[in-house]
């Protein structure tokens, strides 16, 4: 339970609180909390409808806090206000210049519960039509379609280290498509 809160930062993003909070065993203490408004990530299927090797557009981004390139699945941060689909939806026409028919919600996950509440919701994204990607400034993004058996190799050989990617991609095959 918290008792108190204090903020330490306010950033374009994320704000970072050290909140004083008492503990099921009814001590207290001070965490720190990156508190983040959520986000969305969709997994583009460009087979449609979805077969047992479908191609996944898969995006090579550059991130900054990595040191490098990453495989990812296209992904952004809610907007005040925003739902989680419409988020999908303007996230996959930012990064991939996309446009999906259908959005099929996964689930949705933490990413680092121990010191954010940031929460990530899954889709997956069907019926795909091209159109031209608006990125943003900061944004290095290839979109490079591969079939669903090589992403799988790519997560099972480490090349895929992406967390939201991973656990979309996973689930996706294990529960929709049952592989």
């Known amino acids: 339970m918290q008792l108190d809160s204090r903020r330490i930062y306010t950033g374009r993003v994320v704000r ?17 909390l990156i508190r983040h408004p959520g986000a969305a990530a969709i997994v583009p299927c460009a087979s449609d409808p979805p077969g047992a090797d479908p191609t996944i557009l898969l995006i090579r981004q550059y991130r900054y806090a ?21 988020c999908a939806r303007r996230e996959l026409l930012e990064e991939t210049g996309v446009t999906a028919a259908r ?31 608006s990125r943003e400034r900061d944004e290095f993004i290839e979109v490079v379609p591969q079939p ?16 939201k990617t991973v656990v979309a991609i996973l689930y996706m095959a294990g529960f929709v498509l049952k592989l």
Do not use: K, M, N
């Open 16 to 32: 970072l609180d050290v909140d004083t909070v008492r503990f099921p065993d009814g001590s207290t203490g001070q965490l720190e």
């Open 66 to 86: 990595t040191g490098g390139q990453l495989w990812e699945i296209p992904a952004g941060t809610l907007d005040p206000g925003e739902e989680p689909e419409a």
């Open 103 to 133: 959005l099929e919600r996964l689930t949705s996950i933490w990413t680092t519960p121990g010191f954010t509440t940031e929460v990530i919701h899954l889709y997956l994204a069907t019926g795909l039509t091209a159109g031209e990607p």
């Open 148 to 163: 669903l058996s090589r992403v799988l190799e790519l997560i099972r050989d480490g090349a895929i280290v992406d967390a």
